[in-house]
């Protein structure tokens, strides 16, 4: 453990540090270019940006909730580039594959007659389902837990609506005994998560869905990061349709669904869910429309067809459980560093204990290795994603040590 | 002209086959499959789905804004299809890309200081708008065209704002004389549209932006299509930061600005702009977001790039000068053909009179062939891409003649 001389040193350093003003591009002030490029020099410039972009590849990333997409979704996303389902009449066959993707993503989430629509990703979605539900029930307090992902919030402040937080218990998930105390008239809409999005834990939503029971209440899960990974873990938590009070869910396939971005999906159970959110282009081949967007990239949805096709159950099952082991081997190693988990995973997102993570936050990514912190519980995130490899894992926690121990 | 004998007929007719319920594909029950398929079985149905679709390349797509992307754009595009500058600290380079693409399209734009955001599209960016308009504010009505694109409504929706429709002049543009009528204590926007959806019309941005001096109301302008357009052609009317008054404008590269969806950029005169709408994210790269979506899918920014250093103004000018040589080309056609324009185009969006456009449109689609109508003035509605040919303009005139002179 450092010293509290050392500690004070260093956070005095990193305080320094944090607040130094960085060396700033200069300024382009040049209009268009009256001639274009030859595409080498184009090119040659995309390689420069590109070399300066991190990448999955390069073994650094452990914050992030995407992942290198599987090789047959890029493929897909390639041959679908052009689809747009804002205009939905030109493409039949992209809105067929949507849904098919819907109906295999529903089924696996519990689903007897799976409706839904791929949309732009997570945040379109949640904000879909806040939106609809203030529609559908003339009200306007959301009820969520307080580690719901940010775009709840912002969704809130978009549709004045009243986002009120519901206390954690000790397990960092949504305290269901508190729950009963929140529920009044003016609520619209009850949320909770699947795969938080600081732990990867997953809220009572079993016991929630029974406290919701004899409300008409909507209740809203965020699945977004545990919709392709709960299903295939082996003693996953009851969290999707299958309780009968849920009324919707997103799900993205572009974090464990392997697919490209924009993949996100959003499922509700019954098609009235939608009504209060239609919008009309008179001048489409498709005249109602329930997203956020307008024109909607749609290759997407052939990246998330190809790779739930070309992987299936199996498939998943098979990354989830290496993601786990690796999950399990960090938690091992960490825990002889001096930097246990703060809680057994649920699925492969970890955060280690540690005195200042801010700091040590800072000092990785200043070394180019990007984690990311947790509130609650205080520590270092770690998401474990298919592209982290047991060779990062261990150069991770060397790293972590070596920060830790040796301040500049 | 058709007779009123044979007109009364073809409606019936219409009416019938326009309520005739279609076989719908069996329902599919199974749940995501155990195994997934070899590469090859996927492909298989890939192209079966894809063949399904229309392209651009068809020569039957002539009621898009979106068209066949450069090709430079389509290489950029699968480059940096792991970016996400929804998490910006891992890609700087991409980061870097979309300022220079906000430099060089706001300096195309008439602004000094380009400042802006890429997004996902021109929805987004006009939701964005009003959201800042009404934070920025504190007031709720949005004065807008009758023509204003579809999104605006939308945004008016989700945002508890009022959309206060502003009435047409005999032009098809915003009737600036009744503006003033309209400017009352609640006004929290003012939008106007550069490139009309249904018309390609642009609305009287110059006359707007003097009645609202001494105001300090936002005056943001939809330039989604007309971006790209307006700019190159031989002369264009005033719409752009070059008037005080503007406060923000939606351009979409992947538009007229031959780029991949998804591709739009909101600019804005002034930073404090978008201060209202920040949301925080404590464990991303980058801890403030000023956009609705999320993760973000920003292979469109380096598509954008690409296409932008390949075409250079003077691609650009190539491209519009064709596409408006074409619709020179269908005006003096339909015009012989009996269907003469309902306006002179300014932009290449062209709206053809006839008697029930909507019967033609429906006839046209059952044939495999996409055009639009517009609403005011009533037409057959056509926007000719750069991905419509003489050829295909002739066929399609051909066409309409038929489905006009010989019903079924």
């Not at 004070?8 to 540090?17: C, E, G, I, L, V």
């Not at 919030?153 to 549709?159: E, G, I, S, V």
């Not at 999005?197 to 909507?218: N, V």
């Not at 000092?363 to 990007?370: K, Q, Y």
Request: charged letters at 25%; glycine letters at 8%; a neutral charge.
């Amino acid at each position: 453990m450092p010293s509290a001389e050392w500690k004070w040193q260093s956070m005095t350093w990193a305080k320094r540090y944090l607040t130094k003003p960085r060396p700033r591009q200069k300024k382009r002030t040049d209009a268009m270019d009256e001639m274009g490029l030859p595409f080498e020099e184009v090119l040659a410039r995309l390689k420069q940006f590109s070399s300066r972009d991190h990448h999955f590849d390069d073994g650094d990333i452990f914050g992030s909730m995407c992942t290198k997409p599987h090789d047959a979704a890029i493929k897909a996303h390639m041959m679908f580039l052009e689809a747009n389902l804002g205009n939905r009449g030109l493409y039949p066959g992209t809105s067929d594959m949507e849904n098919e993707v819907v109906e295999d993503v529903g089924t696996l989430l519990g689903m007897q007659r799976p409706k839904g629509q791929m949309l732009s990703g997570g945040t379109e979605a949640n904000l879909l389902a806040l939106w609809s539900a203030r529609e559908f029930t003339g009200k306007n307090k959301v009820l969520l837990p307080q580690h719901a992902h940010f775009s709840f919030k912002k969704a809130c402040r978009m549709l004045k609506m009243e986002a009120i937080e519901i206390p954690s218990s000790e397990k960092y998930v949504l305290d269901s005994k508190v729950l009963p105390g929140f529920l009044e008239d003016n609520v619209a809409c009850v949320v909770a998560v699947a795969g938080i999005t600081e732990t990867g834990l997953c809220d009572p939503i079993d016991e929630i869905g029974r406290i919701l029971e004899g409300t008409s209440i909507p209740f809203h899960v965020d699945a977004a990061f545990g919709g392709f990974v709960l299903p295939f873990i082996e003693h996953p938590p009851r969290f999707d349709f299958d309780i009968p009070k849920l009324t919707s869910m997103t799900v993205d396939p572009h974090k464990m669904g392997m697919g490209t971005i924009p993949g996100g999906i959003l499922l509700y159970r019954d098609d009235s869910f939608l009504k209060g959110i239609r919008s009309h282009a008179p001048y489409l081949t498709q005249k109602s429309h329930y997203a956020i967007t307008g024109t909607r990239g749609s290759a997407g949805v052939a990246a998330a067809f190809s790779a739930i096709k070309s992987l299936g159950c199996s498939g998943y099952r098979s990354i989830v459980r290496d993601c786990m082991d690796n999950t399990r081997h960090l938690c091992a190693r960490a825990k002889v560093a001096g930097f246990p988990c703060a809680f057994e995973p649920l699925t492969n997102v970890v955060v280690l204990s540690m005195n200042e993570p801010e700091y040590v936050y800072k000092m990785l990514t200043d070394a180019g290795i990007f984690c990311s912190t947790s509130r609650n519980p205080k520590g270092l995130r770690i998401v474990v994603m298919p592209h982290v490899s047991r060779e990062n894992i261990d150069a991770l926690v060397s790293k972590i040590k070596e920060v830790v121990t040796c301040p500049p």
